[in-house]
C-alpha cells in the first residue's frame, strides 16, 4: 500500500520560510509526478507546485517566485521550500502522487502564517 507522510508545517511569521516534505513508501517513486496542494478553511483545495518525473516544473500565479518544487529520487522525498510566506498562505498543504490509478494523498500538514 502506498502512503504519503508529509512534515514541516508550523507557524511562521509574514516573510519567514518553511521547507515541507513528503516522503513516500511502498511505490516506485522516480517514475510518477508529484504535487502539493493547499486547502484553506472554506475554500476548494487548490494545486500549488507539480513537478514531472523529468524534473520539470509547475506553479500556481500566486507563489511563483516564492516557492520551489523539488524530488530527491534516493530518498523517496518531494520537498516544497517556501520563502517570504505570507498570512494568505495559511492552509493545509497535502502531498499527492500521480499514480496509475489516480491520486494518492497524504495527511496533510498545516501551515500558519501570522504575526
Known amino acids: 500500500q502506498v502512503q504519503l507522510v508529509e512534515s514541516g508545517g508550523g507557524l511562521v511569521q509574514p516573510g519567514g520560510s518553511l521547507r515541507l516534505s513528503c516522503v513516500v513508501r511502498?511505490?516506485?517513486?522516480?517514475?510518477?509526478?508529484m504535487g502539493w496542494y493547499r486547502q484553506a478553511p472554506g475554500n476548494q483545495r487548490e494545486l500549488v507546485a507539480r513537478i514531472w518525473s523529468g524534473g520539470s516544473t509547475n506553479y500556481t500565479d500566486s507563489v511563483k517566485g516564492r516557492f520551489t518544487i523539488s524530488r530527491d529520487n534516493a530518498k523517496d522525498t518531494a520537498y516544497l521550500q517556501m520563502n517570504s510566506l505570507k498570512p494568505e498562505d495559511t492552509a493545509v498543504y497535502y502531498c499527492?502522487?500521480?499514480?496509475?490509478?489516480?491520486?494518492?494523498w497524504g495527511r496533510g500538514t498545516q501551515v500558519t502564517v501570522s504575526s
Open positions: 511502498g511505490s516506485v517513486f522516480s517514475i510518477y509526478a
Open positions: 499527492t502522487l500521480y499514480g496509475p490509478r489516480g491520486n494518492v
